[in-house]
Protein backbone atom coordinates (compact mmCIF):
# COMPACT_ATOMS: atom_id res chain seq x y z
CA UNK A 1 0.00 0.00 0.00
CA UNK A 2 3.00 2.59 0.75
CA UNK A 3 4.24 2.11 -3.16
CA UNK A 4 3.20 4.70 -5.75
CA UNK A 5 3.56 8.15 -4.18
CA UNK A 6 0.76 10.06 -2.80
CA UNK A 7 -3.00 9.26 -2.53
CA UNK A 8 -3.83 11.16 -5.95
CA UNK A 9 -4.10 10.47 -9.73
CA UNK A 10 -1.18 12.25 -10.24
CA UNK A 11 1.45 10.27 -12.48
CA UNK A 12 4.16 8.03 -11.45
CA UNK A 13 7.33 9.53 -10.81
CA UNK A 14 10.81 8.23 -11.29
CA UNK A 15 11.04 8.86 -7.20
CA UNK A 16 8.47 6.73 -6.52
CA UNK A 17 9.63 3.69 -9.15
CA UNK A 18 13.06 3.90 -7.15
CA UNK A 19 11.67 4.06 -3.83
CA UNK A 20 9.40 0.63 -4.80
CA UNK A 21 12.79 -0.86 -5.85
CA UNK A 22 14.82 -0.77 -2.58
CA UNK A 23 11.63 -1.83 -0.54
CA UNK A 24 11.21 -4.56 -3.18
CA UNK A 25 15.10 -5.20 -3.02
CA UNK A 26 14.68 -5.75 0.48
CA UNK A 27 11.81 -7.74 0.99
CA UNK A 28 14.09 -10.46 -1.19
CA UNK A 29 16.94 -9.73 0.77
CA UNK A 30 14.85 -11.00 4.19
CA UNK A 31 13.07 -14.12 2.05
CA UNK A 32 10.17 -12.48 0.97
CA UNK A 33 8.90 -13.74 -2.13
CA UNK A 34 4.69 -13.04 -1.86
CA UNK A 35 4.09 -9.21 -2.71
CA UNK A 36 0.59 -8.03 -1.56
CA UNK A 37 -1.85 -5.67 -3.98
CA UNK A 38 -4.95 -3.87 -4.17
CA UNK A 39 -6.03 -1.78 -7.50
CA UNK A 40 -7.26 0.61 -4.79
CA UNK A 41 -3.83 1.37 -3.59
CA UNK A 42 -2.86 4.53 -4.40
CA UNK A 43 -5.34 4.65 -6.60
CA UNK A 44 -3.27 2.26 -8.88
CA UNK A 45 -0.27 3.56 -9.05
CA UNK A 46 0.99 0.94 -6.39
CA UNK A 47 0.88 -2.00 -9.19
CA UNK A 48 1.74 0.38 -11.82
CA UNK A 49 5.42 1.31 -9.66
CA UNK A 50 5.65 -2.70 -9.18
CA UNK A 51 4.92 -3.20 -13.04
CA UNK A 52 8.07 -0.88 -13.48
CA UNK A 53 10.41 -2.82 -10.70
CA UNK A 54 9.13 -5.94 -13.18
CA UNK A 55 10.72 -4.40 -16.21
CA UNK A 56 14.04 -3.27 -14.08
CA UNK A 57 14.56 -7.20 -12.95
CA UNK A 58 14.22 -9.65 -15.80
CA UNK A 59 13.20 -12.62 -14.36
CA UNK A 60 12.14 -11.10 -10.75
CA UNK A 61 8.45 -12.41 -12.15
CA UNK A 62 9.47 -15.57 -12.22
CA UNK A 63 10.76 -15.79 -8.84
CA UNK A 64 8.17 -14.00 -6.94
CA UNK A 65 4.29 -14.53 -6.03
CA UNK A 66 2.02 -11.64 -6.84
CA UNK A 67 -1.26 -11.44 -5.56
CA UNK A 68 -4.03 -8.06 -5.83
CA UNK A 69 -7.69 -7.47 -4.96
CA UNK A 70 -10.46 -5.79 -5.88
CA UNK A 71 -14.15 -4.86 -4.75
CA UNK A 72 -13.37 -1.57 -3.61
CA UNK A 73 -14.29 1.35 -5.32
CA UNK A 74 -12.83 5.21 -4.10
CA UNK A 75 -14.78 7.24 -6.53
CA UNK A 76 -17.72 8.88 -4.81
CA UNK A 77 -19.75 8.70 -7.63
CA UNK A 78 -19.54 4.80 -7.27
CA UNK A 79 -20.97 2.36 -4.64
CA UNK A 80 -17.66 1.88 -1.99
CA UNK A 81 -18.06 -2.07 -2.73
CA UNK A 82 -18.63 -3.89 -5.51
CA UNK A 83 -17.73 -7.25 -7.16
CA UNK A 84 -19.77 -7.44 -9.95
CA UNK A 85 -17.24 -5.94 -11.99
CA UNK A 86 -14.10 -8.85 -11.28
CA UNK A 87 -13.34 -9.59 -14.98
CA UNK A 88 -12.46 -5.82 -15.78
CA UNK A 89 -10.52 -4.50 -12.40
CA UNK A 90 -8.40 -7.52 -12.99
CA UNK A 91 -7.68 -6.82 -16.36
CA UNK A 92 -6.53 -3.08 -15.26
CA UNK A 93 -4.31 -4.59 -12.61
CA UNK A 94 -2.47 -7.16 -15.08
CA UNK A 95 -2.49 -3.85 -17.08
CA UNK A 96 -0.64 -2.00 -14.39
CA UNK A 97 1.27 -4.86 -12.99
CA UNK A 98 2.76 -5.49 -16.62
CA UNK A 99 1.83 -9.14 -15.97
CA UNK A 100 -0.43 -11.96 -17.93
CA UNK A 101 -1.73 -13.70 -14.77
CA UNK A 102 -1.73 -12.96 -10.66
CA UNK A 103 -1.20 -15.46 -8.66
CA UNK A 104 -4.10 -15.29 -5.87
CA UNK A 105 -6.91 -12.87 -6.74
CA UNK A 106 -8.73 -11.56 -3.29
CA UNK A 107 -11.95 -9.99 -3.38
CA UNK A 108 -11.16 -6.92 -1.15
CA UNK A 109 -14.31 -6.84 1.10
CA UNK A 110 -17.83 -8.23 1.58
CA UNK A 111 -20.49 -6.64 -0.76
CA UNK A 112 -23.74 -6.44 0.30
CA UNK A 113 -25.23 -6.46 -2.99
CA UNK A 114 -23.03 -9.49 -3.76
CA UNK A 115 -24.49 -12.37 -6.00
CA UNK A 116 -22.55 -15.61 -5.82
CA UNK A 117 -23.54 -17.24 -9.12
CA UNK A 118 -22.08 -13.96 -11.00
CA UNK A 119 -18.81 -13.72 -8.64
CA UNK A 120 -18.48 -17.84 -9.77
CA UNK A 121 -18.90 -17.13 -13.70
CA UNK A 122 -16.37 -14.52 -13.05
CA UNK A 123 -13.78 -16.39 -11.33
CA UNK A 124 -13.93 -19.62 -13.67
CA UNK A 125 -13.70 -17.00 -16.58
CA UNK A 126 -10.55 -15.46 -15.21
CA UNK A 127 -9.04 -18.80 -14.07
CA UNK A 128 -9.85 -20.86 -17.38
CA UNK A 129 -7.89 -17.82 -19.24
CA UNK A 130 -5.24 -17.77 -17.15
CA UNK A 131 -5.29 -14.81 -15.91
CA UNK A 132 -5.59 -16.10 -12.07
CA UNK A 133 -4.38 -18.76 -10.41
CA UNK A 134 -5.97 -19.23 -6.92
CA UNK A 135 -8.58 -17.19 -5.29
CA UNK A 136 -9.19 -15.66 -1.93
CA UNK A 137 -10.97 -13.08 0.27
CA UNK A 138 -10.34 -10.34 2.46
CA UNK A 139 -12.05 -9.13 5.92
CA UNK A 140 -14.72 -11.96 5.46
CA UNK A 141 -16.32 -14.20 8.23
CA UNK A 142 -15.89 -18.03 8.25
CA UNK A 143 -19.96 -18.10 6.92
CA UNK A 144 -19.29 -15.38 4.21
CA UNK A 145 -16.59 -17.62 2.73
CA UNK A 146 -18.54 -20.40 3.35
CA UNK A 147 -21.79 -18.72 1.42
CA UNK A 148 -19.23 -18.36 -1.43
CA UNK A 149 -17.06 -21.80 -1.65
CA UNK A 150 -21.05 -23.23 -1.84
CA UNK A 151 -21.19 -21.33 -5.96
CA UNK A 152 -17.37 -20.90 -6.33
CA UNK A 153 -15.37 -24.12 -8.18
CA UNK A 154 -12.36 -22.59 -7.78
CA UNK A 155 -11.45 -23.08 -3.81
CA UNK A 156 -10.69 -20.06 -1.67
CA UNK A 157 -7.27 -20.25 -0.38
CA UNK A 158 -7.21 -17.55 1.73
CA UNK A 159 -8.61 -15.36 4.31
CA UNK A 160 -6.54 -11.73 4.68
CA UNK A 161 -7.82 -9.88 8.23
CA UNK A 162 -6.52 -7.44 10.77
CA UNK A 163 -5.01 -9.39 13.27
CA UNK A 164 -2.21 -8.11 15.79
CA UNK A 165 -1.40 -7.47 19.06
CA UNK A 166 -3.05 -4.65 18.96
CA UNK A 167 -6.02 -5.72 17.05
CA UNK A 168 -6.39 -9.00 19.57
CA UNK A 169 -9.92 -9.53 19.22
CA UNK A 170 -9.78 -12.95 17.08
CA UNK A 171 -8.06 -14.20 19.90
CA UNK A 172 -10.67 -12.89 22.54
CA UNK A 173 -13.51 -14.72 20.68
CA UNK A 174 -11.63 -17.71 21.48
CA UNK A 175 -10.96 -17.69 25.40
CA UNK A 176 -14.31 -15.20 25.66
CA UNK A 177 -16.67 -18.82 25.18
CA UNK A 178 -19.09 -18.94 27.45
CA UNK A 179 -17.96 -15.47 29.49
CA UNK A 180 -19.93 -12.55 30.11
CA UNK A 181 -17.32 -10.38 28.44
CA UNK A 182 -17.12 -12.23 25.19
CA UNK A 183 -20.76 -10.41 24.46
CA UNK A 184 -18.69 -6.83 23.43
CA UNK A 185 -16.52 -9.51 20.95
CA UNK A 186 -17.37 -8.48 17.71
CA UNK A 187 -14.81 -10.67 15.75
CA UNK A 188 -16.82 -12.94 14.09
CA UNK A 189 -16.40 -16.23 15.82
CA UNK A 190 -15.95 -19.76 14.13
CA UNK A 191 -13.60 -17.73 11.60
CA UNK A 192 -10.21 -19.32 12.30
CA UNK A 193 -11.80 -22.70 13.13
CA UNK A 194 -13.54 -22.45 9.55
CA UNK A 195 -10.21 -21.33 7.95
CA UNK A 196 -8.05 -23.76 9.64
CA UNK A 197 -11.09 -26.92 8.73
CA UNK A 198 -11.41 -26.09 5.19
CA UNK A 199 -7.76 -25.19 3.76
CA UNK A 200 -8.23 -21.20 3.80
CA UNK A 201 -4.53 -19.95 4.38
CA UNK A 202 -4.85 -16.68 7.41
CA UNK A 203 -2.65 -13.70 6.38
CA UNK A 204 -2.85 -10.60 8.63
CA UNK A 205 -2.92 -6.69 7.06
CA UNK A 206 -1.84 -4.64 9.79
CA UNK A 207 0.38 -6.96 11.58
CA UNK A 208 3.16 -4.13 13.51
CA UNK A 209 -0.05 -2.30 14.56
CA UNK A 210 1.82 0.83 12.95
CA UNK A 211 4.68 0.13 14.88
CA UNK A 212 3.50 0.87 18.43
CA UNK A 213 4.88 -1.77 19.80
CA UNK A 214 8.17 -1.94 17.75
CA UNK A 215 9.48 1.52 17.63
CA UNK A 216 6.31 4.12 16.85
CA UNK A 217 5.37 5.99 19.64
CA UNK A 218 2.62 8.12 17.51
CA UNK A 219 -0.40 8.25 18.72
CA UNK A 220 0.73 7.96 22.00
CA UNK A 221 0.36 4.47 23.53
CA UNK A 222 -2.77 3.92 26.12
CA UNK A 223 -1.61 2.12 29.16
CA UNK A 224 -1.87 -1.42 27.88
CA UNK A 225 -0.06 -0.93 24.88
CA UNK A 226 2.88 0.62 26.93
CA UNK A 227 2.70 -2.49 29.33
CA UNK A 228 2.84 -4.55 26.01
CA UNK A 229 6.04 -2.72 24.64
CA UNK A 230 7.68 -3.49 27.58
CA UNK A 231 7.22 -6.86 27.19
CA UNK A 232 8.12 -6.62 23.67
CA UNK A 233 11.29 -4.99 24.46
CA UNK A 234 12.03 -7.01 27.42
CA UNK A 235 11.87 -10.49 25.31
CA UNK A 236 13.94 -8.51 21.66
CA UNK A 237 16.41 -7.91 24.57
CA UNK A 238 16.69 -11.30 25.86
CA UNK A 239 16.89 -12.81 22.25
CA UNK A 240 18.90 -10.51 21.01
CA UNK A 241 16.26 -9.66 17.94
CA UNK A 242 14.02 -6.45 16.91
CA UNK A 243 10.70 -5.49 18.20
CA UNK A 244 9.55 -6.15 15.13
CA UNK A 245 10.47 -9.58 15.22
CA UNK A 246 8.90 -10.30 18.23
CA UNK A 247 5.74 -8.92 17.16
CA UNK A 248 5.15 -10.57 14.16
CA UNK A 249 6.76 -13.67 15.94
CA UNK A 250 3.51 -13.51 18.15
CA UNK A 251 1.57 -14.02 15.36
CA UNK A 252 3.47 -16.41 13.77
CA UNK A 253 3.66 -18.21 17.08
CA UNK A 254 -0.36 -19.13 17.00
CA UNK A 255 -1.32 -22.57 15.18
CA UNK A 256 -3.43 -21.06 12.82
CA UNK A 257 -0.45 -20.41 10.47
CA UNK A 258 -0.67 -16.71 10.05
CA UNK A 259 1.24 -15.04 7.31
CA UNK A 260 2.03 -11.41 7.87
CA UNK A 261 1.59 -8.88 5.42
CA UNK A 262 4.06 -5.99 5.87
CA UNK A 263 3.07 -2.78 5.27
CA UNK A 264 5.89 -0.63 5.24
CA UNK A 265 7.77 0.29 2.65
CA UNK A 266 10.60 1.39 4.22
CA UNK A 267 13.63 -0.84 3.56
CA UNK A 268 15.23 -0.54 7.30
CA UNK A 269 11.69 -1.40 8.63
CA UNK A 270 11.38 -4.53 6.31
CA UNK A 271 14.82 -5.92 7.48
CA UNK A 272 13.65 -5.36 10.57
CA UNK A 273 10.90 -8.52 10.27
CA UNK A 274 14.00 -11.11 8.96
CA UNK A 275 13.79 -13.11 11.91
CA UNK A 276 10.12 -13.18 12.93
CA UNK A 277 9.67 -16.84 11.65
CA UNK A 278 12.65 -18.30 13.86
CA UNK A 279 11.36 -16.18 17.08
CA UNK A 280 7.59 -17.65 16.49
CA UNK A 281 9.40 -20.69 16.67
CA UNK A 282 11.36 -19.73 19.49
CA UNK A 283 8.67 -18.49 21.47
CA UNK A 284 7.13 -20.27 24.96
CA UNK A 285 3.64 -20.20 25.61
CA UNK A 286 4.50 -18.59 28.54
CA UNK A 287 6.02 -15.60 26.40
CA UNK A 288 3.12 -15.41 24.10
CA UNK A 289 0.55 -15.27 26.83
CA UNK A 290 2.85 -12.85 28.77
CA UNK A 291 2.39 -10.53 25.24
CA UNK A 292 -1.02 -11.46 25.27
CA UNK A 293 -2.45 -10.30 28.36
CA UNK A 294 -0.66 -7.46 28.49
CA UNK A 295 -1.84 -5.91 25.33
CA UNK A 296 -5.57 -7.06 26.39
CA UNK A 297 -4.52 -4.73 29.89
CA UNK A 298 -6.50 -7.07 31.61
CA UNK A 299 -6.52 -10.60 33.26
CA UNK A 300 -7.75 -13.18 31.39
CA UNK A 301 -11.14 -14.97 33.20
Same mark, same amino acid.
Given at each position: ?55 ? $? ?25 ? $???? %????? #? ?10 ? /? ?19 ? &? ?6 ? %???? #? ?6 ? +?? /? ?13 ? /?? &? ?16 ? *? ?19 ? +? ?29 ? &? ?14 ? &? ?24 ? +????? *? ?11 ? %????? /??
Amino acid at each position: MGLGGDWSNAPVTPAAIDHAAAAVEAALDIGITVFDHADIYRFGKAETVFGEVLKR $SPGLRERIEIQTKCGIRLDPDHAPYDL $STIV %ARVDD #SLTRLGVEYVDT /LLLHRPDPLLEPAAVAAAVAA &LHAAGKIR %ALGV #SNMSGAQI +AF /LQREIDLPIVVNQLE /LS &LLRHDWVDSTVLVNHPDG *ADNTFPHGTLEYCASNGVRLQ +AWGPLAQGRYSGAATPARTAAEEAAFAVVQA &LAEKKNTTRAAIVLGW &LMRHPAHIDPVLGSSDPARIRACKEA +AAQAA *AMTRDEWFALFVA %ARGRP /LP
